[in-house]
């Protein structure tokens, strides 16, 4: 079974770009999550979605962050514009809504986001 | 406010060495506790997850265990391979919300 992928591995932009992450959950998997990690911090949550519907969106820091899941099946990240700031490591995650280990959040290996 | 507290922060052990890595807790109600291994470069792997008081899991050299205010993964002779950062984290009972607190992590290094 594959697990959860991202894409691209790795971006460099420039303050004021946009910049698009994408989130490929375990196929199955109506729960999708993202988080992230900036320097030095722990991995903190951005938001949760149950298909495509926003479930939690309270970790998102401001509205230069547009999460979207349209069809409930892959998820995108926009950061539009970028800022110094932004800069670390955007994880996605998915679980199941139904069945066995409905709480275990399978992650991605991240998307590593450099804003200079 | 919901907190996740590990320790050490890193830890140094020559193969063989058994020890145990701590994670302190504070939520005000604990739906799960989670211990993830995460590489450099890659996401957090999925180890274990504890629900009650008491619990313990295994799994090869590892072994999770859980109380009402804190988790423990000890780990038992361990090899280079088990180099790696240990996160753990809480889901908390919250009106149906999934959002995981995690910890700073633990940085472990075993050395042959």
């Known amino acids: 079974e594959a697990g959860v992928t991202q894409f691209p591995s790795h971006s460099v932009i420039e303050k004021g770009q946009t910049v698009t992450l994408r989130c490929d959950p375990i196929?199955?998997?109506?729960?999708l999550y993202w988080y992230r990690r900036v320097m030095g911090k722990e991995i903190k949550f951005l938001l949760h979605?149950?298909?495509?519907?926003?479930?939690?969106e309270s970790g998102m820091p401001n509205n230069r962050f547009l999460a979207e899941r349209t069809g409930g099946t892959y998820s995108t990240l926009k950061v539009q514009p970028a800022e110094l700031e932004d800069s670390g490591v955007y994880f996605c995650a998915s679980s199941p809504i139904a069945g066995l280990n409905t709480d275990t959040q399978y992650f991605g290996p991240g998307t590593r986001l450099t804003v200079l | 406010e919901d907190q996740v507290t590990q320790s050490p922060e890193a830890l140094r052990l020559q193969e063989g060495e058994s020890s145990s890595l701590n994670c302190s807790y504070t939520v005000s109600g604990l739906r799960g506790l989670f211990w993830y291994r995460q590489d450099p470069g890659k996401g957090p792997e999925f180890l274990f997850t504890l629900y009650s008081a008491g619990e313990e899991k295994e799994k090869e050299r590892l072994k999770a265990t859980l109380t009402k205010k804190e988790s423990f993964l000890h780990i038992t002779a361990p090899k280079p391979e088990d180099s790696a950062t240990y996160l753990c984290?809480?889901?908390?009972?919250?009106?149906?919300?999934?959002?995981?607190?995690f910890g700073a992590g633990t940085r472990l290094a075993v050395h042959p």
């Open positions: 196929s199955g998997h109506d729960n």
């Open positions: 984290a809480v889901l908390p009972f919250s009106g149906g919300y999934n959002k995981l607190i």
């Open positions: 979605f149950v298909k495509e519907s926003k479930q939690d």
